[in-house]
C-alpha cells in the first residue's frame, strides 16, 4: 500500500502517522522527493481502515499496490534512483561503462587490463576472484589473493571495483569492494541478500537465468527490505530453446524494468551472447533502449583466458564499443526516446 502525504504536513505529523502504521506491525518505508513525500507499507495491511486514512489531514491519497514489492516500485518512488560510489554515477541519464576480465589471473594482468580499459572510457573494472562455475573442474578463480590484486590494481587505476560475492563467509574481504555484485545463480538465495541489506554498498544484483522481471524485483526488495536501497539490476541474458548463443539477451528488460521500477538497469552484452563478436551490437542495443550502463568482459589474450575467453574482447575492442555505445545513447536521448 503507497500513502501519498500532503505538501503542506509538518515532520511531527508525518512522524505521528508513522509510529500508529507501526503499531499495526507494518513496516513503513519512507520516501521524500521534490513532488512530496510517500509512505510504503509492508506487511498485512487488512486491519486498517482505508476510509480513516484518506479523511486524515496530512493524507493525499492512499492507492493498493498490486505488486508484492513495494520499496523497489516506481509507484513509491516516482524519480530515477542514482547510486553513487567512488565519484561514479549509476543512474540519472548517462551511460556507465564497467569492464575487466571475468575472473582476474595474476597481478600482472589485472593491473594491465585496468589501465588499458581506464583509458579506453571506462568508468570502472571489474574482476572476479570467487567464480561459480558449472564444472568443479574449472577454474573457480584465485579467492581473497583475487581481491587483493583487484584493490590494488583498484589503486594503480583509479577506478571503483566490482566483483562477485558467492558465500556470506566471504563478505569481510569484501570491505573495499565499492560495487558488491550478486550473480545469477545466487539472485534467490535470500540468506546473502538479507545479510547485503545490512550494509551500506551498492549491490549489483543479476536476473537469473530463468528469472521473471517480478522474480528479480523481489529479490532487490529482499536488500532493500534490510535498508539498503543502493541496488542496481542487470540484465545478463536469460536461458531459453535457442543455443546458437550462450543466452538470449532480453532487451525488453530495460524499458519495462524501469516503467516497474525506479532502480537502474545495466546490462551485460558478455554473458548475454557467450561470443566475443556479438558484444558490440548487443551493447549497443542496450544503449538504444535507455541501459544506464554495460558491464563488458575485456581481456588482453582472450584466446588464453582461463574464464569465459570466447565472450571477451581486447582493451582496443573494447575502446570502440564504449565510443560507438556513448554516442547511440546520447542521440537517443537527444531525440528524448529515454
Known sequence: MIVQIQENARREQVNNLVSWLESFDLRVRVSEELAGTTLGLVGDTGRLDIDQMRSMDIVEGVEAVREPYISASRKFRSSDTVIRTNGVSIGGGGLTMIAGPCSIESEEQILSIALKVKDAGADMLRGGAFKPRSSPYSFQGLGAEGLKMLLAAKKAAGLPVVSEIMDLSQLPLF????????????????????ELGKIRRPILLKRGLSSTFEELLLSAEYIMAGGNEEVILCERGIRTFETHTRNTLDISAVPILKQLSHLPVIVDPSHASGIARLVRPLALAAAAVGADGLMIEVHNAPELALCDGPQSITPEAYEEVARAARHVFGNVRACGEV
Open 175 to 194: 570491505e573495499e569492494v565499492d560495487v558488491i555484485q550478486v550473480g545469477a545463480r545466487n539472485m534467490q538465495n535470500f540468506e546473502i541478500l538479507r
